[in-house]
């Protein structure tokens, strides 16, 4: 008999795994794993053998909680600077017209980071992603879009890779050329979009370093019909598609999401209820994004009773960003989507694992059970209902990423 790398003993287990009343929940469990991949998650009277027979390491937690690894599926991590003193002008009466006539707003962030060079972008980035692990984050997403150039896009996607390399975690890199029109095509919006179309997707599809595409279907941004021409491209090209959806207003972006066979739709604060039963058919995962809700003081609330209604799984990921989603914690998220959304603690909890997991098109995490990747979190917790009930706060005790425990 294999001898397991690590067997945990003493814990109460949130699987996540349907089927498996609230949570997924067992008590007087046990958790064990070996290269990298769980093999057991169960009651302990299920083991068979001594524990010490079974594992090299085994450790006793005091009936501490453990969940899956937590999924950050929409993040922005990577970019240069900040944009602090807007949030002071815009609190001291500033129009988003008047920084933006200043030289402020996206425009600003596509400055800094094309200035910066990959280390600076690097030593930057990675205290952002530092504080997403600390907090329990075992998977993460992070987009381009602030460079709007080939040359930087390219830049902050191999930047995203070496996160993952840097502090050991995994890491989905999404481009995201059509995030908004650069400067230098200011007035051409058609001929930025022949630019993502025929040479920065192609580009970025021949040398590999993005996972996916994603593109802002808005009215401030990029039209339905532009969208469609960059996800035709990315299908071409063998690329999964991703989209910022019906987030100031509805024009659509949850059914073309749908019709490419999305991986997700994105904020989806005005999608109607078409677009929700399309995005069920295709098996699109619907991502809320309440931290940029709660920063652009919205009050359209995304429709999570329709994504119920109709089975569309709901994930919640922290979209960090310079600009509308400052947000340095995935749990913090989790609580503004109870609060803010009115999704309950167990349903962010499944937002944050099993759903993120779909949302990135990875099967292989987001439960605790075997043959999935050993990242799972030991929580300082009674309930796992208080990963969503505190506010800030670390609650993460340790966090195991492909079986390696600290």
Request: charged content about 25%; aromatic content about 6%; proline content about 4%.
């Amino acid at each position: 008999m294999e001898r397991w790398d690590g067997l945990l003993l003493d814990c109460r287990l949130a699987t996540l795994r349907d089927g498996g009343g609230a949570y997924g929940t067992i008590e007087n469990a046990a958790l064990g794993w070996k290269d990298g991949k769980i093999k057991f998650a169960a009651a302990r009277s299920e083991l068979l053998g001594r524990p010490d027979e079974l594992a090299a390491r085994v450790e006793s937690l005091g009936n501490a909680w453990i969940t899956p690894g937590l999924i950050d599926c929409h993040t922005h991590l990577v970019f240069a600077g900040n944009r602090a003193e807007e949030f002071e002008l815009r609190l001291n009466g500033a129009s988003y017209e008047d920084i933006a006539r200043a030289g402020g707003g996206i425009v600003s962030t596509v400055a800094k980071t094309r200035a910066a060079s990959e280390a600076q972008l690097l030593a930057q980035s990675l205290p952002r992603a530092r504080a997403l692990l600390a907090d329990g984050v075992t998977t993460l997403e992070i987009k381009s879009g602030y460079g709007l150039d080939l040359d930087s896009e390219k830049r902050m996607l191999r930047v995203a890779r070496r996160i993952g390399a840097e502090l050991g975690v995994s890491v989905r890199a999404t481009f995201l050329g059509a995030h908004a029109v650069p400067p230098e095509f200011a007035g051409r919006q058609s001929d930025y979009v022949d630019e993502v179309c025929v040479r920065m997707l192609p580009a970025i599809a021949r040398e590999g370093v993005a996972d996916a595409v994603d593109a802002f279907c808005e009215n401030i941004a990029f039209t339905p019909s532009e969208t469609r021409r960059v996800f035709e491209e990315a299908r071409a090209l063998g690329l999964p598609v991703k989209l910022h959806a019906d987030q100031l207003s509805d024009l659509g972006g949850a059914a073309l999401a749908a019709e490419f066979g999305a991986l997700s739709a994105d904020h989806l604060e005005y999608t109607n209820e078409s677009g929700v039963r399309a995005m069920a058919a295709s098996g699109t995962v619907a991502v809320v994004l309440p931290a940029a809700f709660y920063t652009l003081r919205e009050n359209r609330l995304p429709p999570v009773e329709l994504f119920r209604n109709h089975g569309v799984p709901m994930a919640v990921a922290s979209d960090v960003n310079p600009g509308t989603s400052p947000l340095l914690s995935l749990r913090q998220a989790m609580n503004m989507a109870c609060t803010l959304f009115r999704m309950t603690p167990e349903e962010a909890l499944r937002g944050a694992t099993v759903n993120a997991a779909r949302a990135l098109g990875l099967h292989d995490r987001g439960t605790l059970e075997p043959g999935k990747r050993a990242d799972f979190v030991i929580w300082d917790i009674g309930h796992p209902a208080e990963l969503c009930y505190w506010i800030g706060g670390m609650l993460a005790r340790r966090v195991c990423v492909g079986g390696r425990l600290p």
